[in-house]
């Protein structure tokens, strides 16, 4: 059976903090794992990656994927409070492009 | 990345009736897709919807429950029929380019089943 799983559920830090999530993956016909923030109803696209020791980056956050050992992170620096979200890691299948989801990661940010 | 709307946004409804969702696409797509997500949980694939031929629905997922349409490459319809308070969820539409791309989710809608 497909599974993603992520840790920590969830995660509280102080502004400034650095944050790393993590995704582990056991499935079929892989092609891509894709992280989203979702804050309020609809997930937000964050990144896609397909390829190995890439680092993805966008401001401060960044992520990377290890097909060898299946899993990614990501990670945050410099946290703020509109970082507060739950933050999903889908892995992608190649055959149908449907996304299995984690459970997901709830970050709390505070002042 | 493509402009996705989602009608209703939010829906009170009563046991046993049904209710239909619209999820409209400011381009052509190839993949669109109907997700749950219950009161506390991740998201779960209901369906792969088809353009021109019948829905590709998971594990636990039927027709006669979840119907959906997909006339053309830009709209997709999911209905709840029979609603019970267990379809208390937010339901969202995605949609892809291809299957090698990301997916974009929609707005969502709220749906309370009393």
């Known amino acids: 059976e497909d599974k993603v799983v992520q840790s920590p559920l969830s995660l509280v830090v102080h502004e400034g903090d650095t944050v790393t999530l993590n995704c582990s993956y056991e499935?079929?016909?892989?092609?891509?794992l894709l992280w989203y923030k979702q804050e309020k109803k609809a997930p937000t696209f964050l990144f896609m990656l397909?390829?190995?020791?890439i680092e993805k980056k966008s401001g401060r956050l960044s992520s990377i994927l290890d097909k060898k050992e299946l899993f990614s992170i990501l990670n945050i620096t410099a946290t703020q409070t509109g970082d507060s979200a739950v933050y999903l890691c889908?892995?992608?299948?190649?055959?149908?492009?449907?996304?299995?989801f984690g459970q997901g990661t709830t970050l709390q940010v505070k002042p | 990345s493509a402009v996705i709307s989602q009608k209703p946004s939010r829906d009170i409804c009563q046991r046993g009736t049904s209710l239909t969702i619209q999820c409209q696409v400011d381009?052509?797509?190839?993949?669109m897709f109907w997700y749950r997500q219950q009161p506390g949980q991740s998201l779960t694939l209901i369906a792969t919807?088809?353009?021109?031929?019948?829905?590709?629905?998971e594990s636990g997922f039927v027709i006669d429950k979840f119907p959906i349409s997909r006339p053309n490459l830009t709209f997709s319809t999911l209905t709840v029929s029979n609603m019970s308070p267990e379809d208390s969820s937010i339901y969202l539409c995605?949609?892809?380019?291809?299957?090698?791309?990301?997916?974009?989710f929609g707005p969502g809608t709220r749906l309370t089943v009393l």
């Open positions: 995605s949609v892809g380019r291809d299957v090698a791309n990301e997916q974009f």
């Open positions: 499935v079929t016909n892989f092609r891509s």
């Open positions: 397909t390829s190995s020791g």
């Open positions: 889908a892995v992608s299948l190649s055959n149908t492009g449907k996304l299995i």
């Open positions: 381009s052509q797509v190839t993949m």
């Open positions: 919807a088809n353009q021109g031929s019948e829905a590709t629905y």
